[in-house]
């Protein structure tokens, strides 16, 4: 199952990356206030960074 984590430790996830793309820019705006893009998402799922 795809994971993602922010900056802060929190962990979101979601049946496939597609879901986790509509998943963490809610949470970046709602916690943050800041906007990620769908791109800097998958390559952090992708290289686990
Ligand atoms: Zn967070």
Known sequence: MPR???AMGHQ?????EEG???KV???MRQ???TEISRE???RKLREGE
């Open 4 to 6: 993602w984590s922010c």
């Open 12 to 16: 979101a996830e979601a049946d496939s």
């Open 20 to 22: 986790l793309v509509s």
């Open 25 to 27: 820019p809610e949470h």
């Open 31 to 33: 916690e943050y206030g």
């Open 40 to 42: 800097r998402i998958l």
